[in-house]
């Protein structure tokens, strides 16, 4: 069997609060804490992966994770960043609409750098569903827009984190 070895930089990016770095400790630590703490510049995470590709090679992937502070007003030291980066997630809070409003923004920001990699639109904070300001289907027609895929997911309740991150895994292997 053919054997690869990869390490893969992916970026986190969505506005501040929305779960970025919830969802990379519930991710590589299994774990949450329900305390919001500012990421100050970016903070690297490694997690490694195994799986079997499509075409039977076994893939052994280090994702190395980068979680981007969130504040709009650090764009140009966000965009130092993205350099180098094989694929990203762009997180929005499900009880807040206006960071779905602003993936266009973290989008064509990362882009303008990292060029066409893989790009997943997470919707996260499904758990508190009484709370929403938007539906899966508003994820949806973003995500189309531009060429995403698309999760609801919950850091709190582990609702599709795996699921989006080794499919991520999959996706910049390719």
């Given amino acids: 069997m053919v054997k690869r070895n990869y390490i ?20 590589v630590f299994d774990d949450f ?5 500012m990421t100050i ?5 490694k997690k490694p ?7 039977g090679t076994d893939i052994k992937l280090n994702l190395m994770i980068h979680d981007i502070l969130g504040q709009a007003k650090h764009e140009a030291l966000q965009n ?3 350099n180098g980066s094989k694929g990203a997630f762009i997180v929005v809070d499900m009880t807040r609409k206006e960071t779905l409003d602003r993936v266009k923004w973290w989008y064509d920001g990362f882009t303008s750098i990292a060029g066409k990699v893989p790009i997943t639109l997470v919707g996260n904070k499904n758990d ?6 938007m539906t899966s289907l508003d994820l949806e027609m973003v995500a189309e827009k531009f060429e995403a895929n698309f999760y609801l997911s919950s850091a709190k309740s582990g609702e ?14 390719r």
Avoid: W
């Fill in 128 to 133: 508190l569903e009484a709370e929403h300001q």
């Fill in 160 to 173: 599709n984190v795996e699921r989006i991150f080794n499919n991520m895994g999959r996706r910049v292997c």
């Fill in 8 to 27: 893969k930089k992916i970026c986190m990016l969505g506005d501040g609060a929305v779960g970025k770095t919830s969802l990379i400790r519930r991710f």
């Fill in 41 to 45: 510049g970016t903070k690297v995470t």
């Fill in 33 to 37: 804490k329900d305390e919001y703490i």
């Fill in 80 to 82: 130092t960043y993205y």
């Fill in 49 to 55: 992966l195994e799986f079997i590709a499509d075409d």
